[in-house]
Structures are given as C-alpha cells and as structure tokens.
C-alpha cells in the first residue's frame, strides 16, 4: 500500500503534470471504486487542474472548485500514461483498471488508476471540499505539518492504551503512516511493537518522534523525482524489516521476525527492538496447542 512517502512523491509528479492542464473525460471503469454520485464525475471535464495537494494517505487533484479525491488503498496504484488509447477501456472482472483521467491536447496524455487483485479498496470521490471525504476528515494531524512537534505527539499517545504499533498507524490519530513505515520506525527507534503507547517515557517518546521524521522523510527523498511506476520497487528496497521476513537485520545481522495477523503482518528484529525476544504470535500458538 503506498504510504505518505508514496503519496506524496505521486503529489509532486502529478502536480507537475497536472496543474494549469485542463481535464478532457474522468471515466470510471470499475463503477464500485466511485464513492460518491453529487457533483457527477462529469462535471470535471473542461475544468482545470489548479493545486495538487495530500492529505496523509489521500492524493486530492483540485480543478476549478472541485477535488478528485483518491485513496488507492491496499493494492491500488497510478500509472501516468503519455498516449491513452483512443477507444473507451472495457469493463471486467480481470481488468485491473479503476478508473480512467483524460487531458485536453494532442497526446492524449493522462492516468489510469489501477487495482490488482480481488479485494478491491481503491476508492475515488468527487467533492466540492475535501473535508467531504469521511476519510479525510477523521485524520490526525500530519507529521510533515510545520506545528507537529514533540509535544503535539506525545500528547497524541499520552492515555492511549493500544499498542505503539497500532496506534502509529492508525489514521485518526497519525495521518499517513501504514503498516509498512510504522515497522520502519519501529526498528529505527529501536522499539518493540508491542509497546503500549501511554508507557513510553520521555527519552523514548522523543526517540520514537525522531525516528518518525527521519525515516519519512528519507523516504521522501528517495522517491522525490522517480516517476508513478517507479515508487514502488522504490519503496520495498529501502525497508529495513518490512516484508524482510528470514533475512539479516541491516543494523545487528540478526534474523528478522514476522507476527501475523488475520490480514496483515508485522516485521521487526528481535536483538534491535524487543531484547532478543520473539514477540507471542497468537496465529502460530494457537496452531502450537
Ligand atoms: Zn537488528
């Protein structure tokens, strides 16, 4: 799934293909990706795209008082396309595309937003305020947002009794981060996951938030330039633990450990973050008894 630091690349690449452009036809291929019907997805032809901005995980394209507002969600993905094809995509169950941006001009430039797989989560809304989109108006505050400080943070997990991992990316408390950067920080912090958040002292709450913006924005910088179809690969080469299941901890060599969920699982190193202690697996105990 891509996170803030992908979203937020495809901001910049998009914003410089986009801005002062004027959409010619959004057609949506998979109709259960469009979450809303008022304003219809036709009034965006013939508006120009002014500002594209993120909000944690959401990409928003602004056109003339309307958003296009997208979550790509799980397996969703953008590819920018120099010549679509002229005749209209054809809907079905094995086409991965969601959803089809036309610009005016002669190239017939624009994107496809696609989704693989079956569970499909990619979700597309068209509103007059991005404040409209449920999803958008229930995040947390931002951690690239110039006011997030120490204090902002530890007051986001002072009283929380959840898991440190959990809470990290949950985007009501945090906006952008996701299961796969919430392990990175965690190995940077050298953190166990299982942590409850209200426990943290001062030094690791300060450890913890500096681990946060370094890691994001390293991976900011990776991605900045690369285009729509490179993040990706982009994404996976810089993981420390994430999806690194069985191989050597890049800091201490050893093996790095996965905990599964019932549809999600984290990574992390013991000798880094836990004291040498494989973290409960309830799956696998269960399977044990
Ligand atoms: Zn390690």
């Known amino acids: 799934m891509p996170e803030l630091p992908e979203v937020e690349a495809l901001t910049a690449f998009l914003s410089e293909r986009l801005t002062g452009r004027v959409i010619a036809e959004v057609r949506p291929v998979a109709i259960s990706a469009l979450k809303t019907y008022d304003p219809p997805v036709t009034a965006l032809a013939g508006l120009t795209v002014g500002a594209v901005v993120r909000h944690g995980k959401f990409l928003d394209i602004g056109a003339d008082g309307l958003h296009l ?74 951690p690239f947002d110039p006011d997030f400080d120490l204090a902002r943070f530890r007051s986001l997990l002072g009283g929380e009794r959840r898991r440190i991992k959990g809470v990290l990316r949950d985007q009501t408390v945090l906006a952008g981060v996701g299961n796969a950067y919430s392990d990175e920080v965690l190995h940077v912090a050298r953190m166990s996951p299982y942590k409850l958040a209200a426990d943290l002292s001062d030094e690791e709450s300060a450890r913890l938030f500096e681990a946060l913006g370094t890691t994001l924005r ?42 599964s969920f019932a549809d999600s699982s984290l990574q992390y190193c013991p000798t880094c973050q836990t004291g040498g202690k494989p973290l409960a697996d309830r799956r696998l105990s269960r399977l044990l008894k």
């Open 69 to 142: 507002v997208v979550h790509l969600a799980r397996a969703g993905w953008l590819r920018w396309r120099e010549h679509l094809p002229e005749e209209p995509p054809k809907p079905g169950g094995r086409n991965p595309l969601a959803l089809r941006v036309r610009l005016e001009g002669p190239d017939g430039d624009g994107f496809d937003l696609t989704e693989a797989g079956t569970k499909k989560g990619l979700a597309v809304y068209v509103v007059r305020d991005a404040e409209e989109v449920p999803g958008v108006a229930r995040l947390g505050p931002d």
């Open 218 to 259: 390293e991976a900011v910088e990776r991605s900045r330039g690369l285009a729509a179809g490179e993040l990706k690969a982009e994404k996976k080469l810089g993981m420390r633990v994430h999806g690194r299941t069985g191989q050597p901890c890049p800091v201490c060599g050893d093996t790095v450990r996965e905990v």
